[in-house]
């Protein structure tokens, strides 16, 4: 299992929101895993690639794909050295995925056994209100940046030393690099609902529900953005879990090449029965309170793939190939996308579901089989 920045990040927001995290490991990573879990069902649809922390990202740029980190391209004032004719065009309003996907919410208060009537689990000790037992993944305002001219700029870097990773790239040389052709923004949220209970009159007043969570949560202040009361104050969101916790950031990317072997291996491994059943599992896997369920699904699912799941190294599959095979498996990504939206509608689908399953695998030790 790989520790990233990324997963430290969702973690201190699990802490912060909830108590026992910092002392129940396994559960922080389960909910980080199944987060990620939920990224991928979002963008693999769109025929993108989670960002997880590469925030500040560009079309064009070079990025390490494994490490997450950046290594060539656009600086604050979005210009890339290595490609002058290259201008953006955006931030600009996006195609939204239509992901309705959700994950346990009992978890994030401590595991199963609190749920009550209409699967709802009351937070504070007066009984007042309770909090739906799954929580929501959403997505605000997705919106996308792109080359103005088209990718093919992204043919054409200078020819300079400083440059002379791009042309790797170009010539087949992927060595775990992608070139970036467009970036999707916007900010995530999983988002858990929170009513009175019956029997509870009047209405929600922010401050008190702050109160209540601050309560349970053992910290001194909450955004106080953090929950939204419905109009007619019965109900209210409340934000788990933000990303980023202000304004719009990178969160997914579009490749300049795909690995189309590997598509169409994953997407005609998960045909028939196999796909369905590894829908069944994910969905299991993301909606159960059980740390020890969570585990034994995982098990079924890696039985499924025969024990072979690469968990979070499972991009650089899709956007890399071995030099002696890349000018074979290589192509670029427009093409392949277009290719297979032709001949099987329902690919990328096979893809974020494969996707999920190994985010959802690496949090789950070799040692807990």
Same mark, same amino acid.
């Given at each position: 299992m790989r520790v990233t920045k990324y997963a430290a990040a969702v973690g201190l927001i699990a802490a912060a929101f909830f108590p026992g995290f910092g002392h129940a490991s396994p559960d922080v990573t389960q909910v980080q895993a199944r987060f990620r879990a939920l990224e991928a069902l979002y963008f693999l649809p769109l025929g993108a690639f989670p960002a997880r922390e590469l925030h500040t990202i560009y079309p064009g740029d070079l990025i390490d794909v494994d490490r997450g980190t950046r290594i060539l391209g656009a600086g604050s004032n979005k210009k890339n050295t290595c490609f002058p004719a290259l201008s953006i065009k955006g931030p600009?309003?996006?195609?939204?995925?239509?992901? !309705?996907?959700?994950?346990?919410?009992? #978890?994030?208060? +401590?595991? *199963? /056994?609190?749920?009550?009537?209409?699967? $709802?689990?009351?937070?504070?000790?007066?009984?007042?209100?309770?909090?739906?037992?799954?929580?929501?993944?959403?997505?605000?305002?997705?919106?996308?940046?792109?080359?103005?001219?088209?990718?093919?700029?992204?043919?054409?870097?200078?020819?300079?030393?400083?440059?002379?990773?791009?042309?790797?790239?170009?010539?087949?040389?992927?060595?775990?690099?992608?070139?970036?052709?467009?970036?999707?923004?916007?900010?995530? !949220?999983?988002?858990?609902?929170?009513? #009175?209970?019956? +029997?509870? *009159? /009047?209405?929600?007043?922010?401050?008190? $529900?702050?109160?209540?969570?601050?309560a349970a949560a053992g910290i001194s202040a909450l955004p106080i953005d953090s929950v939204t009361v419905s109009a007619d104050g019965r109900s209210a969101d409340f934000n788990v879990i933000s990303k980023p916790g202000k304004g719009h950031l990178a969160l997914g990317y579009l490749p300049l090449h795909l690995n189309k072997r590997q598509v169409a291996a994953v997407h005609y491994f998960l045909q028939g029965q196999r796909g369905t059943e590894l829908r069944r599992l994910v969905n299991a896997a993301l909606n159960t309170p059980e740390p020890g369920v969570f585990a034994d699904i995982v098990q079924e699912i890696r039985t499924l793939f025969g024990g072979e799941l690469d968990d979070e190294a499972w991009a650089n599959k899709f956007?890399?190939?071995?030099?002696?095979?890349?000018?074979?498996?290589?192509?670029?990504?427009?093409?392949?996308?277009k290719t297979f939206g032709e001949e099987a509608p329902d690919y990328l689908r096979s893809l974020a579901y494969y996707a999920a399953a190994a985010e959802l695998s690496s949090a789950v030790n070799d040692f807990q089989e």
């Amino acid at each position: 299992m790989r520790v990233t920045k990324y997963a430290a990040a969702v973690g201190l927001i699990a802490a912060a929101f909830f108590p026992g995290f910092g002392h129940a490991s396994p559960d922080v990573t389960q909910v980080q895993a199944r987060f990620r879990a939920l990224e991928a069902l979002y963008f693999l649809p769109l025929g993108a690639f989670p960002a997880r922390e590469l925030h500040t990202i560009y079309p064009g740029d070079l990025i390490d794909v494994d490490r997450g980190t950046r290594i060539l391209g656009a600086g604050s004032n979005k210009k890339n050295t290595c490609f002058p004719a290259l201008s953006i065009k955006g931030p600009h309003d996006s195609k939204e995925a239509g992901f !309705l996907g959700t994950m346990s919410a009992e #978890l994030l208060v +401590g595991g *199963s /056994g609190g749920a009550g009537p209409g699967g $709802l689990i009351t937070i504070d000790a007066g009984g007042h209100f309770a909090m739906s037992k799954l929580a929501k993944f959403d997505v605000e305002r997705l919106t996308q940046m792109d080359p103005s001219a088209g990718e093919s700029v992204l043919y054409y870097p200078e020819a300079n030393p400083e440059c002379s990773p791009y042309a790797d790239v170009l010539a087949y040389d992927f060595r775990g690099r992608a070139i970036i052709s467009r970036v999707f923004r916007g900010r995530e !949220l999983l988002v858990a609902g929170i009513s #009175l209970n019956a +029997g509870v *009159s /009047g209405s929600i007043e922010k401050s008190e $529900l702050l109160s209540v969570l601050e309560a349970a949560a053992g910290i001194s202040a909450l955004p106080i953005d953090s929950v939204t009361v419905s109009a007619d104050g019965r109900s209210a969101d409340f934000n788990v879990i933000s990303k980023p916790g202000k304004g719009h950031l990178a969160l997914g990317y579009l490749p300049l090449h795909l690995n189309k072997r590997q598509v169409a291996a994953v997407h005609y491994f998960l045909q028939g029965q196999r796909g369905t059943e590894l829908r069944r599992l994910v969905n299991a896997a993301l909606n159960t309170p059980e740390p020890g369920v969570f585990a034994d699904i995982v098990q079924e699912i890696r039985t499924l793939f025969g024990g072979e799941l690469d968990d979070e190294a499972w991009a650089n599959k899709f956007l890399s190939a071995p030099p002696e095979l890349a000018g074979d498996f290589m192509h670029p990504a427009e093409e392949v996308l277009k290719t297979f939206g032709e001949e099987a509608p329902d690919y990328l689908r096979s893809l974020a579901y494969y996707a999920a399953a190994a985010e959802l695998s690496s949090a789950v030790n070799d040692f807990q089989e």
